[in-house]
């Protein structure tokens, strides 16, 4: 049998040591990742992060638009600044809408607290769906199942101060392109 074997590897392009073709077929985990201590991944929005005003159905959004706290760890060497988007898929009836467009935080940052979305003294705001700067919370119409929100943060080789304030997330995904070392992302949900 080991004959035959040995002779299977030297007829094979590549023999390799089975234990590392198992290793090999492993996600490797990645080192940049993003959490919230307020909730899991899928996890639900407290209401004091949902939206303040009407919803598109008329309604009251219900919450105190303070942005969630976030943590970021393992972004790779290089990394200038960070860019935070919110974009929900669910809403304007499955043609998304953009909540949170953030950029210039500094690259050595690996946290916002709670509600420093929602003021600019920490990073640039773009502008979002509702044609403001800062965070806005969720505020599907009423009755709607769960929205899911999609948190991105990206570690960019762009240096603070190199882009202009009030991008767009279109126009950020542009100026972003070919300057995104990596991504992480998480997933919120919620419901009124």
Request: aromatic share 8%.
């Amino acid at each position: 049998m080991k004959h035959l074997l040995a002779t299977a590897c030297l007829l094979a392009p590549l023999c390799l040591d089975p234990m590392a073709t198992l290793a090999a077929g492993k996600p490797k985990p990645t080192a940049f990742s993003l959490t919230s201590p307020e909730m899991r991944d899928n996890g639900i929005f407290a209401t004091q992060h949902a939206g303040v005003g009407k919803a598109s159905d008329g309604d009251a959004c219900g919450g105190e638009n303070v942005s969630p706290a976030l943590a970021w760890k393992g972004a790779p060497a290089g990394t200038q600044s960070f860019a935070i988007t919110m974009f929900d898929p669910d809403g304007a009836a499955g043609s998304g809408v953009s909540h949170w467009v953030a950029y210039d935080v500094p690259g050595g940052t690996d946290h916002l607290a709670a509600g420093e979305g929602s003021k600019t003294d920490k990073l640039v705001g773009g502008t979002n769906q509702r044609s403001m700067t800062t965070y806005f919370g969720p505020c599907g119409p009423k009755g709607d199942a769960y929205h899911h929100y999609t948190i991105q943060i990206f570690a960019l080789s762009i240096a603070p101060g190199t882009l202009k304030p009030g991008l767009t997330r279109a126009e950020l995904f542009s100026a972003m392109a070919g300057h995104i070392l990596a991504e992480t992302s998480m997933i919120a949900r919620y419901t009124r």
